[in-house]
């Protein structure tokens, strides 16, 4: 009896420590990000139009933004993003990367229509890019400013004011 109740404390305590380390690996601070440069990449839109992230480099701030249409948590992001997306067009390109992981191309051309999205999306066929970003959950926010210096990196949308303004 006394072996199952050691077998228990113990399994409750590595799964606790699992949680724990999860939450704080899965997200970088700003303050580790402060000199990490931004990786290129080159994806389609919806429409097929090519989109470079070196495009905007020196033009403007640049929110990467990977999610999925199976994501609740990205459902409920949209009137932020699109807020954002309305209230800092001069100084910041919203790049919405959908991780193309369970989500087909037609989908995503729905989700966008039936949500009325305003902001680019692209469509990471085959999860490229989101390995290179070292992306393990979505959503996920990667704020690049106009040097192509990571800033911000979390599951939580970046204060845009405290970076931009």
Known sequence: MRTIKVCNILWVCALILMLTCSQGCGQTSEDT????ESYDFTLEDLEGKVTSLSQFREK??????????WCPHCGKSIP?????HESYSERLKILAINIGVHDSLKQVRGYKRRYGITYTILYDK????????HIRGVPTYILIDPQGIMRYYSFSPPNLKRFIE
Not at 60 to 69: E, H, K, P
Not at 126 to 133: A, D, H, L
Request: hydrophobic letters at 45%.
């Open 33 to 36: 990000l402060s000199q990490k």
């Open 60 to 69: 403007s701030w640049v929110l990467l933004y990977f999610w999925a249409t």
């Open 80 to 84: 932020w993003m699109e807020e954002a």
């Open 126 to 133: 085959g999860s490229t890019v989101s390995k290179r970003y």
